[in-house]
């Protein structure tokens, strides 16, 4: 089975500081996948990575980066400098046991403060 | 370029009304298709995915069934509602190619009164 557990149910910020979600991953599989998402107020989930299991280079892009580290089964989201557009459900979610099922985690909402 | 369309964006259903959800794909063949449910404030729940016409595969027991009766058509259905299917239904697709990420559509918001 597998689990994605993201701990942080909302978080709040005031705007320009930096901000770390947090997801722990659980699954018996060697090779799957890890995604983050967005969920603005409109309800629609916007993709924002993906990282394999076999690639655990940290990302950047623009204020956000990605640390994935399999010892500790993590793959955190880091905004850094927030802004108010950063306010959001942030979903994190899992694929694997034949690339047809992902699981997501519960969300952390994240509120940022002007 | 590929695109999801779902419909409706938001129902108010009587208890016990049949429901019926449509997702459509456009700008890919043969995508995996899945419907979730999003309660208010929780995590998205997995009901269904398809991976070709038919082809439906059920993660939790309910009051909801799923067909696929085109390659990218994906159609939520209920006979007859109960209060507890009322949250957010999301589709979404996913080429069958590995480590890909899933687009979502827009959502339909359900309300059962």
């Known amino acids: 089975a597998q689990k994605v557990t993201q701990a942080q149910t909302e978080i709040s910020v005031v705007e320009k500081e930096d901000v770390t979600l947090d997801c722990v991953y659980e699954?018996?599989?060697?090779?799957?996948?890890l995604f983050w998402y967005k969920q603005p107020p409109s309800g629609e989930l916007v993709f924002l990575i993906r990282?394999?299991?076999?690639?655990?280079q940290n990302e950047i892009s623009g204020r956000y980066s990605w640390n994935f580290q399999k010892s500790t089964s993590s793959f955190n989201f880091t905004i850094t400098a927030s802004q108010v557009v950063d306010s959001a459900v942030y979903f994190c979610?899992?694929?694997?046991?034949?690339?047809?099922?992902?699981?997501f985690g519960t969300g952390t909402k994240l509120q940022v403060i002007p | 370029s590929q695109t999801i369309h779902q419909w409706p964006a938001t129902l108010v259903q009587p208890v016990g009304s049949p429901l019926s959800l449509e997702c459509t794909v456009e700008?890919?063949?043969?995508?995996?298709l899945y419907w979730y449910r999003q309660a208010a404030g929780r995590g998205l729940q997995l009901l269904f995915y398809?991976?070709?016409?038919?082809?439906i595969s059920s993660e939790v027991p309910q009051n909801l069934s799923a067909s696929r009766p085109q390659d990218r058509q994906f159609i939520l259905s209920s006979k007859k509602l109960l209060l507890s299917d009322s949250g957010f239904y999301l589709c979404?697709?996913?080429?069958?190619?590995?480590?890909?990420?899933?687009?979502f559509g827009q959502g339909t918001r359900l309300t059962v009164v």
């Open positions: 979404a697709w996913r080429r069958k190619a590995r480590y890909t990420e899933a687009f």
């Open positions: 699954t018996r599989d060697t090779t799957y996948y």
């Open positions: 990282r394999n299991s076999f690639d655990e």
């Open positions: 979610a899992l694929g694997s046991g034949g690339y047809q099922k992902v699981t």
């Open positions: 700008g890919t063949s043969n995508p995996n």
């Open positions: 398809s991976v070709g016409i038919g082809q």
